[in-house]
């Protein structure tokens, strides 16, 4: 165990040798900045005063040269061997309400959504609470690092956790987890972590809209916002966008819960040339300005997707001047 000291802060913590810096902060109840955990976004560097860091990941898309001339390191990749001194500044705003813990998850059931979205169930050796939206970390048997993946079911006791996760080909991570693992095994989980979880104390109708691989998220937020007392009065709009039908999911799922047609109302979209759909056509950027324009101020937006939707629904609420502290997304890389 090591011990990592912030001068500037005046405080310390303890880092295990196998943790990195960022999820040993993190577990501390610290409010150490990051958002992807995986090195690709780079929001969590700290400079280095004093001591040695490795890096996990050596090709970390966030992690460029000068940050290498400048001492700077990846929190979320960043592994100690001793102590050392540390330069960054924590927030609030990146504080887990649920400590993120290392466990064991279990595979206990799959079903597929689509030819290529399968939903992960595992049961987890310690039960670790989430917040609706918030992700973790898979270790796949085999595959170099980890990947990160949403819940997709809410849950007070935190004893299970499921993960809509969309097949990439050729992916190392989806490849184990769609063509090896067999119910009964087990996974390493790290979690929970991302600050895209629902604000049941926001007053306002709620917009959720995901591509491709953000739907189990989407999911988590729409269950957990059926299910908050303190949002009973609110509408909740759900928009999914795939390329063409097969890819278009989760109708299933949000027909199963109570007020759906009500006050819970679900609009696929595709973006392609389909003769087999009858239903909305265009990007779910397009669709959300069609159906809310101006009203889209004044709701509560979480998305989630591929980096190309994320940007477009990114430049949508700048367009219509949403509030950010409306507006809630992990960029998924
Ligand atoms: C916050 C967040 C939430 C996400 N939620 C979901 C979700 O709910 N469902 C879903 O389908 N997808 C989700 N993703 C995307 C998912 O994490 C993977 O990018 C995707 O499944 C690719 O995995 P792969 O290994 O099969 O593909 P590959 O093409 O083999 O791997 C590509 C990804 O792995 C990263 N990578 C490569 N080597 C390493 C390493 N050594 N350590 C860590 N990362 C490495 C790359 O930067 C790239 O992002 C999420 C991503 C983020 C950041
Ligand atoms: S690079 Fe570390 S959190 Fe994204």
């Not at 007070?156 to 991570?173: C, E, L, M, R, Y």
């Not at 769609?178 to 709620?206: H, N, Q, S």
């Not at 937006?301 to 591929?306: D, K």
Request: include cysteine.
């Amino acid at each position: 165990m090591a011990k990592i000291e912030i001068p500037s802060a005046n405080l310390s913590f303890d880092c295990g040798t196998d943790d990195t810096v960022l999820r040993a902060a993190l577990r501390h109840g610290l409010g150490f900045p990051y958002e992807c955990n995986v090195g690709s976004c780079g929001n969590c560097k700290f400079e280095l005063l004093e001591g040695e860091v490795t890096h996990e990941r050596t090709d970390s898309p966030g992690w460029t040269e000068r940050d290498k001339s400048k001492n700077r390191y990846l929190g979320c990749q960043a592994k100690v061997s001793g102590d050392c001194k540390i330069k960054v500044s924590f927030r609030d705003h990146y504080k887990s309400e649920h400590l993120p813990q290392k466990v064991t998850g279990t595979l206990t059931a799959i079903e597929d959504l689509t030819h290529d979205i399968r939903e992960f169930r595992f049961h987890l050796s310690t039960p670790v609470p989430f917040l609706p939206g918030q992700y973790a970390l898979i270790y796949a048997p085999g595959v170099e690092g980890a990947r990160a993946y949403s819940m997709g079911n809410t849950t007070t006791t935190g004893s299970d956790w499921h993960f809509q996760i969309k097949k990439v080909p050729n992916g190392a991570a989806t490849g184990v987890l769609f063509d090896k693992l067999k119910i009964g095994d087990t996974v390493g989980l790290d979690g929970p972590y991302g600050m895209a979880y629902l604000r049941t104390e926001a007053p306002r109708d709620i917009l959720c809209l995901a591509g491709g691989s953000g739907l189990s998220p989407m999911i988590s937020i729409t269950r957990g916002a059926v299910e908050a007392a303190a949002l009973k009065g609110q509408k909740i709009h759900f928009i999914y966008g795939g390329r063409a039908a097969r890819d278009i999911a989760g109708e299933a799922i949000l027909k199963a819960l109570p007020g759906y047609g009500e006050r819970l109302h679900f609009y696929p979209a595709i973006s392609s040339e389909d003769a087999t759909w009858t239903g909305r056509t265009g990007f779910v950027h397009d669709i959300a300005r069609e159906l809310f324009g101006e009203s889209l101020a004044n709701m509560e937006i979480y998305f989630a997707g591929p980096p190309a939707m994320a940007d477009a629904v990114t430049r949508m609420v700048v367009e219509y001047k949403v509030p950010m502290a409306q507006v809630h997304y992990d960029q998924f890389y």
